[in-house]
């Protein structure tokens, strides 16, 4: 009798063995909602410079103020130095004039979103996340220089 009772004092480390069995993935889950909650936030930044990029193109014809506003609503997805290379502009026809009333498209394809959490502590190479976006608003007057801008 006495050795079944040696064997039932024995499970002390069976919570440790089962912690290392579940911790990975467990970590690996909630790194990844924080991932995807920061790619998430940044795209929706991206998203909101881009539409008021589109809105202050309605009434501005300057190509690099239309840029530079867009890259100032979104300073930590679209780099002040690199501005001019990821916002573009886009009227309906370049080879003619934009009428009022015709659409303007703004465009930001920064860089891609790496997913870095989960890359560097899980060594996983699941790719980056596209964070393009786009938004159009109509031109509320004629612009006679309407070749756009941008890549």
């Known amino acids: 009798m006495r050795r079944f009772r040696f064997w039932g004092r024995r499970e002390e480390g069976q919570t440790l063995v089962e912690f290392v069995l579940i911790a990975p993935i467990i ?5 990844a909602i924080v991932d995807f909650g920061m790619y998430l936030n940044l795209h929706i930044t991206v998203q909101h410079a881009v539409r008021e990029g589109a809105r202050y193109a309605a009434v501005e ?3 690099n103020k239309i840029q ?10 679209i780099p002040i130095a690199q ?3 990821i916002v573009s502009v886009k009227y309906p026809n370049p080879a003619s004039p934009a009428a009022a009333g015709d659409f303007v ?3 930001a394809d920064p860089e891609p979103y790496p997913l870095p959490i989960i890359g560097h502590a899980f060594g996983l190479s699941i ?6 976006s786009a938004a159009s608003a109509r031109l509320e007057m004629a612009v006679t220089d309407a070749g756009g801008c941008g890549p």
Do not use: H, K, M
């Open 83 to 85: 501005y001019q290379n």
């Open 68 to 77: 530079l506003r867009t890259q100032s609503q979104a300073p930590g997805a």
């Open 105 to 107: 498209e703004v465009i």
């Open 27 to 31: 970590f690996l889950l909630l790194f």
């Open 127 to 132: 790719g980056a996340l596209s964070l393009r």
């Open 61 to 63: 014809t300057d190509c």
